[in-house]
């Protein structure tokens, strides 16, 4: 293993071969600007200059050449861009491959969690992307119809993204675990005119059902005309078939014709219709462009955390979570190749995640903290495998302890590949801060804003705070990849990210620039806690517990305290072969009050097996704060184990009796 510099805590440097073979770098010399941050400066200053250069220097391709870069005319709230252009999503990521090298090259490698594998090029998408898309449009869906995509991870889930956005219809990701009520509330609210799905998929070893779930949903979408069904599990599950609605895949595509044309969008015509949930009433409608959405990705997966054409990608993740559709996006449109496995990183064994790195030479990781927080209680198995391919980690979801970066760091990376940390939201499609592939870095941080967001850490004011405070993480200026309003709610749009500031995007995420200029998020903003007059953020004191080396995750919230204002309630995921007691909850108590003084002894240290989180491993503290008070728990359809929720009742309750 490589020694880790630790002076000053920085424990990454880029090499000068990285520094020299980087987009960033390349960008940066075109521009004639020293490093990143004169980059975010000239673009703060002057956004037309820099969107114009960034479109132009990624390639992003148009029909029709835009008029004007940027128009806010109706205010910063409601910009537009790409004036006057036409485009396309599969213009930009498919169609512009052809005729080049990269056309008979691997795109997809696919593996599920039975073992099954496949490996599918460009042009073998491509027919594919072709052959749905005629079959979409035989069934009379095309422009502006919104098509809900119902699918586990499979190849033919990327055919189906690209082939409605080729026909110039809606995108509408749902997660893969859905019950039938999350499923009818979105369709229902996005008038969708078609599904796609499978007969089920694989879940832990059992055939989990997806057609018949969705068939129950359907009692209750009168606008659902057409359903697709790809035959993943076949004879192994029941799948009942609507006559005159239901389609299986391979007949529908069969003899489909393989030169689909594109269609000719406006740049500002929606591509993705993405629900993320609020904290009480409906799903929020998110609505990423042809334009914005690929621009978006291309500047983040690309300029700022270098992913090239000779890079093959792997991100467990799900095509109900916008990182699930980034994979194939971002992979396609510089031309690389994507890893996609069927499942969970840990089944049907514990090293399945560390095996398909190997097996298949990933050189760029997209990993959650979560994920790793999880994967660490299994040992030094992850030891056993070969990562010498790999180049880049990137991270997203949750906050980092820093030991689970170190562990990621040093056992995976073997302290050469950094780990480029990002923030941002399903609303920005894609990053506002993030860690950069020409700085230094220390454990967990950002190094600042992605160029062309703006990005501020500020007070209660809205002016910017001071180093070591915590504030507010805001936009002051436009980004290409930002939803243009919430889908038929512009008033909810105005009061979640603008009412606070005006001026500002509001994120909602707790944030802070350290006296080197390092940033920080501790959780969301409506997470922190406020003990005897200092509010802190729950990732420190998460961070305490996890360095007791007895935990696997925790949750920690404030719960309502009569002397100090609020006290900690700590609900902790023991380690296995940990016994769930008082020694333990001692420990436990002991470790948060050696790192952070005797006020933040924990009133309530409560043990379970588990920890609601979403499909994109983000731990739910709202949840677990509202069980615990005995609150309603507001939308609860984002959940991967709602079973867990249950679970921490059962708990609370046992403490209270």
Avoid at 120 to 125: E, F, P, W
Avoid at 428 to 456: D, V
Wanted: glycine share 10%; net charge negative; proline share 6%.
């Amino acid at each position: 293993m490589t020694d880790i510099e630790t002076t000053g805590s920085i424990v990454w440097r880029p090499s000068d071969e990285l520094r020299c073979e980087s987009r960033m770098q390349a960008f940066l010399d075109q521009a004639g600007l020293p490093d990143r941050a004169a980059l975010c400066e000239r673009a703060d200053a002057d956004p037309a200059w820099y969107w114009n250069a960034l479109l132009k220097f990624l390639d992003i391709r148009f029909y029709k050449p835009y008029s004007q870069i940027l128009d806010t005319s109706k205010g910063i709230q409601w910009p537009v861009w790409c004036v006057d252009g036409t485009t396309n999503v599969v213009l930009n990521c498919i169609d512009k491959h052809r005729g080049t090298e990269i056309w008979d090259k691997v795109w997809i490698e696919w593996e599920g969690e039975d073992g099954a594998t496949r490996s599918l090029t460009y042009a073998d998408m491509d027919a594919e992307i072709c052959r749905f898309a005629a079959a979409l449009k035989a069934r009379g869906i095309g422009k502006g119809d919104v098509v809900g995509l119902y699918l586990p991870m499979l190849s033919e889930s990327f055919a189906a993204m690209f082939a409605i956005m080729k026909i110039g219809a809606v995108v509408l990701p749902l997660f893969s675990g859905f019950g039938p009520q999350p499923i009818a509330v979105r369709l229902n609210d996005a008038e969708a005119k078609a599904v796609v799905t499978a007969d089920g998929t694989l879940r832990r070893g059992s055939e989990g059902a997806m057609k018949a779930v969705l068939d129950e949903a359907l009692a209750e979408c009168p606008t659902v005309r057409d359903v697709f069904v790809v035959a993943r599990l076949g004879d192994r599950i029941a799948c009942p078939m609507t006559e005159g609605r239901d389609h299986w895949w391979h007949e529908a595509t069969a003899g489909q014709p393989t030169d689909t044309p594109t269609e000719e969008m406006d740049a500002e015509d929606m591509a993705f219709l993405v629900y993320t949930s609020g904290t009480t009433g409906k799903p929020k409608g998110v609505v990423a462009t042809h334009c914005g959405s690929i621009s978006k990705l291309a500047l983040d997966i690309g300029l700022c955390f270098d992913f090239k054409q000779t890079d093959r990608m792997m991100w467990v993740s799900d095509m109900g979570w916008v990182v699930g559709p980034f994979t194939g996006l971002a992979t396609s449109f510089f031309g690389g190749s994507l890893v996609v496995a069927e499942g969970t990183p840990d089944y049907p064994d514990t090293t399945r995640h560390w095996r398909l790195m190997q097996d298949y030479g990933v050189t760029w990781l997209g990993i959650a903290p979560t994920t790793v927080r999880g994967m660490m209680r299994y040992g030094d198995e992850v030891e056993e495998f070969d990562y010498s391919k790999l180049r880049i980690m990137a991270s997203t979801g949750e906050p980092w302890t820093e030991d689970a970066w170190r562990w990621l760091f040093e056992r995976v990376g073997g302290g050469r590949s950094p780990i480029l940390n990002y923030c941002g939201g399903t609303e920005c499609f894609g990053g506002i801060i993030s860690s950069g592939i020409l700085e230094p870095m220390k454990p967990g941080t950002f190094s600042g804003p992605m160029p062309g967001t703006g990005a501020q850490v500020v007070d209660a004011d809205g002016n910017p705070a001071p180093p070591g405070v915590l504030g507010e993480l805001v936009m002051t200026t436009p980004s290409i990849g930002n939803t243009r309003g919430l889908w038929r709610d512009d008033e909810r749009y105005l009061d979640g990210y603008w009412s606070m500031y005006g001026d500002k995007w509001r994120q909602g995420d707790w944030a802070m620039i350290d006296e080197d200029g390092y940033w920080y998020v501790t959780g969301r903003s409506d997470d922190v806690i406020n003990i005897s007059g200092k509010r802190t953020g729950p990732t420190e004191i998460e961070g305490a517990l996890m360095s007791s080396g007895r935990i696997s995750e925790a949750a920690v919230i404030g719960v309502p305290d009569p002397v100090k204002g609020a006290a900690l309630c700590c609900v902790c995921v023991p380690m296995p072969g940990e016994a769930s007691d008082d020694k333990l909850r001692g420990a436990l108590s002991n470790a948060v009050t050696d790192a952070l003084g005797r006020s933040y002894r924990p009133r309530d240290i409560l043990f379970v097996s588990d920890l609601p989180k979403t499909r994109n491993m983000k731990i739910m503290r709202r949840v677990v704060r509202s069980v615990v008070l005995g609150e309603p728990a507001g939308d609860l359809s984002s959940l991967v184990n709602p079973e867990a929720v249950e679970e921490l009742r059962a708990r609370t309750s046992e403490t209270s009796a």
